[in-house]
């Protein structure tokens, strides 16, 4: 009753893990594998080694963390030997990041025979200047990232925004023009800070960071909500997801697929298997006959 085919690849459940919460290695990959998702994202990693952001990198705030991990990276070479890791028995999608389109095809043609699908970072709100959001803020420069990416490699390209541009839909489109064959959405919020009222310091080391958790959630929603009405690829949800009324919601919105990241560490990788059975029994008991019924369905209610 789960699965479903999305980019023509089968997903036994909709839901996998969101890029870097569990961080590079293909062991904690293949935990959550082994707990009910369906697939799971790595890491952003770049072609060279990048140390990323001194600690503090995370902070608890209400309604989810801030991060700001600085894309800590280490480098395409030795994260090959994780990627072949990766238990192939779930969708294997490898999350890149660069500051060209040259940087990006490079990075795909690379590794796309070790995964299933590339996702491409051109979201994250803490990057370097010229890496992250400010890629996802330009749409000419996007659909170059993704034209070129999609011409290196033969595996479907996932394209992950950000939702601090003024239009979201102008930046699905333009990747969508690029060849894209998703749309992922959001990356985290902000940037946001905390301030220790002690010492009158910002806590992390790079004063700010990227906002995610159930905070973000009607923001993540109303992103694949706007993305859904403007384009013809799938559209994956991530942002805030904790529970199976979480994922019917990104469903009714547009989403094909969903991604669950900062509630792993409130959860554990239980929270897979915990969503899956809801879900399950959400859909047994309602007139859906699958997932790909409830795709967009708050739509067809206008
Ligand atoms: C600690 C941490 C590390 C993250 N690292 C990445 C990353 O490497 N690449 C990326 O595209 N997104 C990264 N993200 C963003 C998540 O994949 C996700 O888009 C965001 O956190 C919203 O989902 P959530 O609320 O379920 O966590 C990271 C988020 C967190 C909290």
């Given amino acids: 009753m789960l699965e479903t085919n999305v980019c023509g690849l089968n997903f036994k459940n909709p839901l996998l893990l969101a890029a870097g919460v569990m961080g590079s290695h293909a062991s904690s990959l293949n935990w959550i594998l082994n707990s009910g998702a369906s697939g799971v994202v790595t890491k952003s990693f770049s072609i060279e080694p990048n140390p990323g952001y001194h ?100 595996v479907p390209v996932w394209t992950k925004l950000t939702p601090n541009v003024t239009s979201i839909s102008e930046i699905a489109i333009a990747a969508e023009k690029g060849g894209s064959d998703a749309i992922t959405l959001i990356n985290s919020l902000g940037p ?13 080391s790079n004063k700010f960071g990227g906002m995610s958790g159930p905070a973000i959630k009607p923001i993540a929603l109303r992103c694949v909500w706007d993305v859904y009405d403007s384009v013809e690829i799938p559209v994956i949800g991530v942002g805030g997801i904790s529970n199976y009324k979480d994922v019917v919601e990104f469903l009714y919105a547009g989403a094909s697929l969903v991604q669950i990241g900062t509630s792993i560490m409130d959860y554990g990788p239980e929270i897979f298997k915990t969503i899956n059975t809801d879900l399950n029994e959400f859909i047994e008991n309602s007139d859906f006959n699958s997932i790909n019924d409830m795709v967009g369905y708050a739509h067809k209610k206008i």
Avoid at 192 to 204: Q, S, W, Y
């Fill in 192 to 204: 946001g800070m905390k301030i220790d009222i002690k010492t009158g310091n910002p806590i992390l």
């Fill in 55 to 154: 600690n503090p990198t995370t902070v608890p705030v209400e309604g989810g963390i801030i991060n700001a991990i600085g894309l800590s990276s280490p480098g395409v070479e030795n994260f090959k030997e994780e990627l072949e890791q990766i238990d192939s028995k779930g969708v294997r999608v490898a999350s890149i990041y660069g500051a060209s389109p040259e940087e990006f095809s490079y990075l795909a043609s690379e590794i796309e025979d070790l995964i299933d699908v590339i996702e491409l970072n051109v979201s994250c709100p803490h990057a370097m200047c010229g890496y992250g959001s400010s890629i996802g803020q330009d749409p000419t420069l996007t659909e170059k990232i993704v034209k070129a990416t999609k011409e290196s490699c033969k």
